[in-house]
């Protein structure tokens, strides 16, 4: 079946470096990729999302990448602040009226001051 | 503004009992979903709903059942509760667009 896979779990950077989360992905009919940012006892909110059709997308420090041939995609936050530190999802769904989203397990990430 | 409202943030109940655990949305979305979360094992799709009285098993739908009266409810329950279903559920809706909206989550402690 379909199936999400992110890496690290864990993440630890010094702030004001990068830190880049890893995701593959099963199902090659898959079309749409989110990423959402789950602080703690908060609900997980949409933070960047990218289409098949696109290789690259950036929002201020955010950007994500997608390699289709090879099935995976990465977030990349650049500068990080001590409001980056939560855990991240990474999904993957086919577009449609009625479909499932998939999501990874899930990076905890972690800024230093 | 979309909202994603669930009923309880805390619940606790006995291993046997039956629970509802419901969740409301005010954006006429037609999907709605139920996932629980638990340490480590990120969001595990329980059951979702793309239309009223419709229903689709997602990866984790063994112990719970789900109800989708009206479009704007849809309700998981437990029909039998047991210690290993005490985990964070959390409810999420999605329209015609891309965005999913989740709720607040409810924290379910099965003793």
């Known amino acids: 079946g379909e199936n999400v896979e992110q890496h690290p779990s864990t993440l630890s950077v010094q702030e004001g470096d990068s830190a880049v989360i890893k995701c593959t992905y099963s199902d090659s009919a898959s079309n749409y990729f989110p990423w959402y940012k789950q602080e703690l006892g908060k609900r997980p909110q949409l933070i960047i999302d990218i289409r098949s059709n696109v290789g690259e997308k950036k929002d201020q420090r955010i950007a994500v990448t997608l390699n289709k041939t090879a099935k995976h995609f990465s977030l990349h936050i650049t500068e990080t602040q001590p409001e980056d530190s939560a855990v991240y999802f990474c999904a993957a769904t086919l577009q449609s009226s009625a479909s499932k989203i998939i999501f990874g397990s899930g990076t905890r990430l972690s800024i230093r001051p | 503004d979309v909202k994603v409202t669930q009923s309880s943030r805390y619940l606790v109940k006995r291993t046997g009992e039956k629970v509802f655990l419901e969740c409301v949305q005010d954006m006429d979305h037609e999907n709605m979903f139920w996932y629980r979360q638990d340490p480590g094992l990120g969001l595990r799709l329980i059951y979702f709903?793309?239309?009223?009285?419709?229903?689709e098993k997602g990866d984790i739908p063994e112990g719970y059942s789900v109800s989708r009266e009206k479009k704007e409810r849809f309700s998981l329950i437990l029909e039998s509760a047991s210690t290993n279903q005490t985990s964070m559920y959390l409810c999420?809706?999605?329209?015609?667009?891309?965005?999913?909206?989740f709720g607040p989550g409810t924290r379910l402690t099965v003793t």
């Open positions: 709903s793309y239309d009223v009285k419709m229903k």
């Open positions: 999420a809706s999605r329209g015609t667009e891309d965005e999913q909206y």
